[in-house]
Protein backbone atom coordinates (compact mmCIF):
# COMPACT_ATOMS: atom_id res chain seq x y z
CA UNK A 1 0.00 0.00 0.00
CA UNK A 2 1.17 3.23 -0.86
CA UNK A 3 0.55 6.78 0.20
CA UNK A 4 0.17 9.36 -2.64
CA UNK A 5 0.18 13.13 -2.27
CA UNK A 6 -0.62 15.17 -5.34
CA UNK A 7 0.45 12.27 -7.30
CA UNK A 8 3.89 11.63 -5.75
CA UNK A 9 4.91 8.83 -3.38
CA UNK A 10 5.11 9.61 0.56
CA UNK A 11 8.60 8.54 1.80
CA UNK A 12 8.97 10.48 5.72
CA UNK A 13 6.66 12.34 7.45
CA UNK A 14 7.57 14.99 10.19
CA UNK A 15 5.23 15.61 13.08
CA UNK A 16 7.29 18.57 15.30
CA UNK A 17 10.35 17.93 15.27
CA UNK A 18 10.37 13.93 14.97
CA UNK A 19 11.01 12.26 11.30
CA UNK A 20 9.08 9.38 10.17
CA UNK A 21 10.80 7.59 7.30
CA UNK A 22 10.25 3.60 7.49
CA UNK A 23 6.88 2.15 8.82
CA UNK A 24 6.81 -0.46 10.99
CA UNK A 25 5.34 -3.18 9.48
CA UNK A 26 5.21 -5.72 12.40
CA UNK A 27 1.51 -5.77 14.08
CA UNK A 28 0.08 -3.96 11.59
CA UNK A 29 -3.35 -4.36 9.79
CA UNK A 30 -1.97 -3.90 5.88
CA UNK A 31 -4.52 -4.00 3.37
CA UNK A 32 -3.79 -6.05 0.75
CA UNK A 33 -4.35 -4.96 -2.80
CA UNK A 34 -7.55 -6.52 -4.36
CA UNK A 35 -6.12 -7.39 -7.96
CA UNK A 36 -7.82 -10.57 -8.81
CA UNK A 37 -9.95 -10.51 -12.83
CA UNK A 38 -13.68 -10.58 -12.00
CA UNK A 39 -15.33 -13.79 -12.65
CA UNK A 40 -12.54 -15.62 -12.68
CA UNK A 41 -10.04 -15.10 -9.21
CA UNK A 42 -10.51 -14.22 -5.55
CA UNK A 43 -12.31 -10.43 -4.94
CA UNK A 44 -12.95 -9.04 -1.99
CA UNK A 45 -11.01 -7.02 0.75
CA UNK A 46 -7.88 -9.07 2.32
CA UNK A 47 -5.93 -7.82 5.59
CA UNK A 48 -2.66 -8.79 6.49
CA UNK A 49 -0.83 -8.48 9.91
CA UNK A 50 3.05 -9.68 9.77
CA UNK A 51 5.25 -11.12 12.59
CA UNK A 52 8.70 -10.09 11.47
CA UNK A 53 10.04 -13.27 14.39
CA UNK A 54 8.77 -15.89 12.24
CA UNK A 55 8.17 -14.34 8.91
CA UNK A 56 4.38 -15.40 9.49
CA UNK A 57 1.11 -13.73 8.24
CA UNK A 58 -2.20 -13.67 9.34
CA UNK A 59 -4.87 -12.93 6.93
CA UNK A 60 -8.26 -12.18 6.92
CA UNK A 61 -10.31 -11.66 4.06
CA UNK A 62 -13.64 -11.71 2.63
CA UNK A 63 -12.88 -12.68 -0.71
CA UNK A 64 -14.73 -15.09 -3.09
CA UNK A 65 -14.64 -17.05 -6.28
CA UNK A 66 -17.69 -18.06 -8.24
CA UNK A 67 -17.11 -21.37 -9.34
CA UNK A 68 -19.92 -22.97 -11.96
CA UNK A 69 -21.53 -26.06 -11.59
CA UNK A 70 -19.72 -29.18 -11.36
CA UNK A 71 -16.02 -27.43 -11.86
CA UNK A 72 -13.79 -30.43 -11.49
CA UNK A 73 -11.32 -30.63 -14.32
CA UNK A 74 -8.12 -32.84 -14.23
CA UNK A 75 -5.74 -30.02 -14.25
CA UNK A 76 -7.93 -26.84 -12.77
CA UNK A 77 -7.58 -23.33 -13.87
CA UNK A 78 -4.53 -21.41 -10.88
CA UNK A 79 -6.84 -18.45 -9.96
CA UNK A 80 -5.22 -15.31 -7.82
CA UNK A 81 -6.47 -16.03 -4.07
CA UNK A 82 -3.91 -13.15 -2.45
CA UNK A 83 -1.69 -10.51 -3.31
CA UNK A 84 0.20 -8.76 -0.66
CA UNK A 85 1.28 -5.51 -0.24
CA UNK A 86 3.96 -3.69 -1.93
CA UNK A 87 7.56 -4.57 -0.33
CA UNK A 88 6.11 -8.19 0.68
CA UNK A 89 6.92 -11.88 -0.96
CA UNK A 90 5.60 -15.34 -0.50
CA UNK A 91 8.19 -18.02 1.22
CA UNK A 92 7.77 -21.67 0.51
CA UNK A 93 4.64 -22.42 1.83
CA UNK A 94 3.85 -26.15 0.91
CA UNK A 95 1.72 -27.73 -2.14
CA UNK A 96 -2.22 -26.81 -0.21
CA UNK A 97 -3.92 -24.94 1.26
CA UNK A 98 -7.69 -25.43 2.49
CA UNK A 99 -10.82 -23.40 0.93
CA UNK A 100 -14.49 -22.97 2.19
CA UNK A 101 -17.59 -23.21 0.24
CA UNK A 102 -21.17 -22.62 1.13
CA UNK A 103 -23.79 -24.65 -0.26
CA UNK A 104 -27.70 -23.92 0.48
CA UNK A 105 -28.85 -27.39 1.66
CA UNK A 106 -25.18 -28.78 3.14
CA UNK A 107 -24.05 -25.96 4.99
CA UNK A 108 -20.14 -25.34 4.96
CA UNK A 109 -17.91 -27.50 3.09
CA UNK A 110 -13.70 -27.79 2.77
CA UNK A 111 -11.43 -28.52 0.20
CA UNK A 112 -7.54 -28.66 0.01
CA UNK A 113 -6.56 -27.00 -3.14
CA UNK A 114 -3.28 -27.34 -4.71
CA UNK A 115 -1.56 -23.71 -4.35
CA UNK A 116 1.67 -22.18 -5.60
CA UNK A 117 3.13 -18.54 -5.04
CA UNK A 118 4.67 -16.26 -7.17
CA UNK A 119 6.91 -13.18 -5.27
CA UNK A 120 3.60 -11.17 -4.12
CA UNK A 121 1.28 -13.58 -5.31
CA UNK A 122 -0.42 -16.89 -3.82
CA UNK A 123 -2.72 -18.99 -6.73
CA UNK A 124 -4.77 -21.81 -6.09
CA UNK A 125 -6.68 -24.41 -8.02
CA UNK A 126 -10.27 -24.71 -6.05
CA UNK A 127 -12.73 -26.86 -7.45
CA UNK A 128 -16.53 -27.61 -7.68
CA UNK A 129 -18.17 -30.93 -6.74
CA UNK A 130 -21.79 -29.66 -7.06
CA UNK A 131 -24.46 -29.29 -8.95
CA UNK A 132 -24.95 -25.25 -8.99
CA UNK A 133 -22.50 -22.81 -8.96
CA UNK A 134 -20.76 -21.97 -5.96
CA UNK A 135 -18.59 -19.43 -4.10
CA UNK A 136 -15.50 -20.30 -2.64
CA UNK A 137 -14.08 -18.25 0.59
CA UNK A 138 -10.45 -17.85 1.07
CA UNK A 139 -11.56 -18.17 4.42
CA UNK A 140 -13.47 -20.16 6.87
CA UNK A 141 -17.58 -19.24 7.25
CA UNK A 142 -20.78 -19.73 9.38
CA UNK A 143 -23.22 -22.26 8.73
CA UNK A 144 -25.69 -19.45 7.96
CA UNK A 145 -22.95 -18.18 5.08
CA UNK A 146 -21.67 -15.45 6.44
CA UNK A 147 -17.99 -14.44 6.28
CA UNK A 148 -16.51 -13.05 9.23
CA UNK A 149 -12.97 -11.30 10.44
CA UNK A 150 -13.20 -13.44 13.23
CA UNK A 151 -11.54 -16.14 10.56
CA UNK A 152 -7.58 -16.15 10.38
CA UNK A 153 -4.91 -18.13 7.91
CA UNK A 154 -1.55 -17.82 7.96
CA UNK A 155 1.28 -18.43 5.17
CA UNK A 156 5.09 -17.57 5.37
CA UNK A 157 5.75 -14.09 4.07
CA UNK A 158 8.90 -12.14 3.98
CA UNK A 159 9.63 -8.32 4.06
CA UNK A 160 11.89 -7.50 0.90
Request: glycine fraction near 8%; aromatic fraction near 12%; proline fraction near 4%.
Amino acid sequence: MTLLVGGKEVTKILIGTDEFSQLDYEGTWLECPDEGVEGQDFKGQTLMKWDAATNTATFKSNATVNLPSYYNPNSPASRLAITLPKGFKFLDNGTTATFYGHYSMLGVATQSAKISVQDNKLYCQVTNNYQNSNPIFLYKITSDGLVTFDSETTFKVEKI
